[in-house]
């Protein structure tokens, strides 16, 4: 018998996400997650990765998904990003990166809303 496998949900419903919120999606892959969050929640955001193919997919993706106003995507290292406009910041990277990480965002982040 064969299982069908979960799929992460295109949605990012779990953050609790609106209108009011600015998304930083740091190693955003392909950008969904960011045009999700403005297409189906009115966010605005940002997306970050450092491998221009994905950039090019996210402003392929951007383009059909005609929410261009709302989002940017950034090729950059996730380091030299300054999140000082972000609201909620999401991360779905190597444990490796998340442990650099850690200390640009401890003193300031709030808590999980997840
Ligand atoms: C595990 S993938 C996640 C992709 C996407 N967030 C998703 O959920 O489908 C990690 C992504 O982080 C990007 N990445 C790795 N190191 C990075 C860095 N220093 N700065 C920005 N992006 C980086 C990779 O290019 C890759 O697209």
């Not at 972000?86 to 965002?105: M, W």
């Amino acid at each position: 018998m064969f299982h069908r496998r979960r799929r992460r949900p295109r949605h990012p419903r779990l953050a609790r996400i609106t209108s009011d919120d600015v998304i930083y999606d740091l190693g955003c892959g392909d950008g969904r997650i960011v045009i999700a969050a403005a297409k189906h929640l009115g966010a605005r955001g940002v997306g970050v990765d450092i491998d221009p193919l994905r950039i090019q997919e996210c402003h392929d993706n951007l383009r059909r998904a005609n929410v261009g106003d709302r989002v940017r995507f950034l090729q950059a290292s996730l380091f030299d990003i300054d999140l000082t406009p972000a609201s909620v910041v999401i991360l779905y990277l190597l444990p490796s990166l998340n442990i650099r990480l850690r200390p640009s965002c401890s003193p300031s982040c709030g808590p999980a809303r997840a």
